[in-house]
């Protein structure tokens, strides 16, 4: 950091620069910002780095990486400014003028949060983004399996720069391409080889964080329990990451993917019914998800269960395996691809065949919806009977989706406080229920009302006391932390379903590293409340 001398021309000149851009109020917070942040950065900070509400690419730019609309609609309050560092040393100055200018700030990464933490506030106003876009440098070293990763990189970028050093080495985070590495980490990040190795969370070595003094701390300064509380502890409470240094994965040069549909008339309920008891228990090589949509129309409407899957190895293994543990399934040599990891991933991410892996390096999303997530793990079978149900409840929706990832494996070796994220061993598989829709006019509403009555009729065949839900599929429906309370009992709710036992811990490392919540949201983690002089000491 450099203090310069300079500090009353720098706000002189950048005040008038900034007045004569636009005189309105709605300048004043990037009025004392922008020269707070030219003293505190080590660069001189361009003013093409902000993005106000006046800049006809604003909500160009504040759309850029949002992947949830429901979010960007006009009635939702937008930032004052999106604020885009160039270097560390910018992120470490928004973080130290918005603490000393009384600025509330939210950190966006890959924009991907489900309920638009990162871009949209229910609760805070005024508030203004630093979006990590920038920042998103990533750097390999296959001598020692192991890879810094900025936080703006998204898994697509990592995943790209990891083969392309090494056809036999990878990284077990998300199926998505696009989530941004910062954000997604702190959660957790599943995807197809968590059977195998586990989450993204669990394969961190090291971390770059920006704490609420502006320092930045690594693995070493910041100490095993922040350590362990960013990874799973959900995005936004403990500090901004700047990097994460993850633990690449050994992957065979050849593996094999495959997707295999069933319709209710192709006895596709037995089919699932069997799934849910196998799926945790197979090989650890093979993750079989099972992609759940109603199709067709009139009366050729049904449920189609799609069993979309990577397999680390060759098909003939493959073939073995589900013969032996899963025949019902009925896979056949023709249903199954063999390829590389890399192309595996532009696979399960949804890329038509034969699209080049270059395309992730575009960091761009394939869709973007209106949408509303829950999330639930689940411990029983669910009974066909139940099943049925669920399938009238489905049929009810214009354009629900549902996706069943299995667990086992590696999850249950891991244990419940290795790290906070919390759900191991025991768990069969989660679900994640989605309803999405396209026009802005929708009613929003009779969506948001079908999907919590989906999630009452599911209560009985899931986890219960708490029933656990991802924190990475964020759900403003289990509770929020409102702005002016302290209240440590209001997040319970939500707390426990995300982080179990680990949510206690979690707030003591909260009320040590950030005791007045300057890094907060609707679900961040609160500190305890500070203590106040007991009556009888006032004497
Ligand atoms: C289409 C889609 C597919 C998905 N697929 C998967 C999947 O396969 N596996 C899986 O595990 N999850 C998946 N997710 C969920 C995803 O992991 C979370 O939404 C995750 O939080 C996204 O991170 P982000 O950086 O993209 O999002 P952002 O919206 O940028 O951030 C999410 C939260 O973290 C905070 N945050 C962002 N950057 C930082 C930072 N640098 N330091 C501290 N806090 C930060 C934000 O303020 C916000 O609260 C998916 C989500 C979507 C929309
Ligand atoms: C926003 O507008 C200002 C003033 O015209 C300009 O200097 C700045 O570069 C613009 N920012 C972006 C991101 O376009
Ligand atoms: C469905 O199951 C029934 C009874 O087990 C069987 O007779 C029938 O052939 C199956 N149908 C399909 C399409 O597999
Ligand atoms: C919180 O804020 C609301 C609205 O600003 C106010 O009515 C309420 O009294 C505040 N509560 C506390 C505990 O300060």
Not at 492 to 501: E, H, L, T
Request: net charge neutral; with cysteine; aromatic share 10%.
């Amino acid at each position: 950091m450099i203090f310069s001398s300079n500090y009353n021309i720098l706000l002189i000149l950048s005040s008038v620069l900034l007045l004569s851009v636009s005189g309105t109020s709605s300048v004043s917070i990037l009025d004392n910002f922008f020269p707070c942040l030219s003293v505190y950065s080590q660069h001189s900070v361009p003013f093409s780095a902000f993005c106000t509400q006046k800049n006809t690419s604003f909500s160009s730019v504040l759309q850029s990486s949002a992947q949830n609309l429901r979010y960007l609609k006009p009635s939702v309050t937008k930032p004052e400014f999106i604020f885009t560092p160039l270097d560390e040393s910018q992120v470490q100055a928004s973080v130290i003028c918005s603490k000393e200018l009384g600025i509330h700030l939210r950190v966006r990464s890959g924009g991907h949060d489900y309920e638009g933490l990162s871009y949209a506030s229910e609760i805070e106003t005024p508030f203004i983004i630093v979006d990590l876009a920038k920042l998103r440098s990533i750097t390999v070293s296959i001598d020692d399996n192991s890879a810094w990763v900025q936080a703006g990189a998204t898994t697509g970028e990592l995943y790209y720069r990891i083969a392309e050093k090494s056809k036999i080495h990878g990284f077990p985070a998300g199926l998505c391409s696009s989530l941004g590495i910062g954000g997604h980490i702190t959660g957790g990040a599943y995807g197809t080889m968590m059977r195998k190795y586990g989450l993204g969370a669990d394969n961190v070595i090291d971390a770059r964080i920006i704490d609420v003094t502006g320092r930045v701390l690594d693995r070493a300064s910041m100490g095993e329990d922040l350590f362990w509380a960013i990874r799973g502890g959900g995005g936004a409470s403990f500090g901004i990451i700047l990097s994460w240094k993850i633990r690449l994965v050994p992957v065979p040069e050849t593996v094999t993917v495959f997707t295999v549909s069933r319709t209710l008339e192709q006895n596709g309920t037995k089919l699932l019914h069997k799934w849910q008891q196998v799926a945790d228990k197979i090989d650890e090589n093979l993750f079989i998800r099972v992609i759940i949509q109603v199709t067709g129309t009139g009366k050729q409407k049904t449920i189609t269960t799609s069993y979309n899957a990577l397999f680390l190895g060759s098909v003939q293994r493959l073939l073995q395996i589900t013969q032996d543990s899963f025949p019902e399934l009925g896979l056949t040599r023709k249903d199954c691809i063999e390829t590389s990891w890399i192309k595996s991933v532009l696979y399960i991410a949804g890329y038509p065949t034969n699209t080049p892996p270059e395309i992730l390096l575009q960091g761009k999303s394939l869709f973007k919806n209106y949408f509303k997530a829950k999330s639930d793990f689940v411990k029983e079978p669910i009974p066909e009977t139940a099943l049925e149900g669920l399938w009238e409840r489905l049929m009810e929706e214009d354009s629900p989706l549902m996706i069943l990832n299995p667990y086992g494996g590696m999850m249950s070796k891991i244990s419940e406080s290795e790290i906070a994220f919390p759900h191991r061993k025991g768990t069969l598989f989660m679900i994640q229920y989605l309803t999405l829709w396209q026009d802005i006019n929708e009613d929003e509403t009779k969506h948001m009302e079908w999907i919590r009555r989906l999630y009452n009729y599911m209560g009985p065949y899931v986890s219960m006391f708490p029933r656990g839900a991802y924190v990475n599929y964020r759900d403003l429906d289990l509770g929020m932390t409102k702005k002016n309370e302290t209240s440590f009992i209001k997040a319970i709710g939500w707390g426990s379903r995300y982080f179990k036992d680990n949510f206690e811990r979690l707030v003591t490392v909260k009320t040590r590293v950030d005791p007045d919540n300057f890094f907060r949201h609707e679900q961040s983690i609160p500190p305890l409340p500070i203590e106040s002089e007991p009556e009888y000491c006032v004497a």
